[in-house]
């Protein structure tokens, strides 16, 4: 979480000093962002090029799908994103993801922020931002990792939603 907190603005929800969620969102071209982005492309490249990862096809193939699937033509359409929701299944619909993304919608425009991105797919309960006005702008198939989620299917949908704020 440290980590994330340096480069991110991250909403935590406890319960008994149990972390139960978090969400976060950052704020594209700040100097954190940028080196959220530069750390992760090395990080990247050092694991590409280290003796220890056995399996470097299933490590690109896992870059390529869940990397950046955003085409050329948004990229400069938001000003950030909403790069993580995460609730503990045992508390998912109970309204902490919705007091979660409302309060990052608040801080992000606070921080004055515009426009901003949410890249999810079928494996997530993509729907769910729906309910805030958030629009599909663009839709795409990546290959399925997660079999045990959205089934059997070779392929699964992912998708760029845009929330205006």
């Keep these: 979480m440290e980590i994330l907190e340096e480069s991110e603005k991250i909403i935590t929800y406890k319960e008994n000093g149990e972390l139960i969620g978090f969400c976060g969102y950052a704020k594209w071209n700040s100097k954190k962002h940028l080196l959220r982005k530069n750390i992760a492309k090395i990080t990247r490249k050092m694991l590409m090029n280290s003796k220890k990862i056995k399996n470097k096809e299933a490590l690109k193939k896992y870059n390529e799908n869940y990397g950046y699937y955003e085409p050329k033509e948004l990229e400069k359409k938001f000003d ?15 309204g902490i993801g919705t007091k979660l993304l409302l309060e990052n919608f ?23 931002y729906k309910k805030f006005n958030c629009e599909i702008v663009y839709e795409t198939k990546i290959q399925n990792i997660e079999s045990s989620i959205v089934g059997n299917k070779k392929f699964e949908k992912a998708y760029v939603y845009e929330k205006q704020l």
Aim: hydrophobic residues 30%.
């Design 80 to 94: 950030g994103e909403i790069s993580i929701l995460i609730v503990k299944k045992e508390y998912q619909n109970k």
């Design 106 to 128: 608040k801080l992000a425009k606070e921080d004055e922020l515009k426009k901003i991105q949410i890249l999810t797919d079928e494996s997530c309960n993509h729907k769910f």
